[in-house]
């Protein structure tokens, strides 16, 4: 966001924008929109984000072991994601073999 907010700031402005407009709009209370934004940032690898979600949470009356189950769950729920991704992505393994790849990834 450093290089957007320096060249761009007219969008980092928008985003300050939207994360008002989620703020006040917001449907769900304040601890499970933490733990969403928690798990969200987990599987983003953000790391300012984990540790602002994390500490939001803690604000917001969660404990360390909820967010530890919030850390399971999503890395569960992304292991999966990711087993029947890649599956779908390698079936054709025997194909792969040979050379025939269907894709742009060889030049």
Not at 14 to 31: F, G, H, S, V, W
Not at 55 to 69: I, Q, R
Not at 79 to 100: L, Q, R, S
Request: hydrophobic residues 40%; contains cysteine; aromatic residues 10%.
């Amino acid at each position: 966001m450093r290089m957007l907010t320096e060249f761009f700031p007219e969008f980092s402005k928008m985003l300050d924008q939207m994360d008002e407009l989620y703020k006040n709009k917001r449907t769900i209370d304040e601890k499970t929109y933490q733990f969403i934004c928690f798990a969200l940032s987990i599987k983003a690898r953000s790391k300012p984000c984990v540790l602002k979600h994390f500490k939001g949470a803690l604000e917001a009356g969660a404990t360390v072991k909820e967010l530890s189950y919030i850390l399971a769950l999503t890395m569960r729920e992304a292991a999966g994601a990711d087993d029947c991704w890649t599956h779908d992505v390698v079936a054709d393994w025997k194909e792969i073999i040979k050379g025939n790849l269907s894709c742009n990834c060889q030049k």
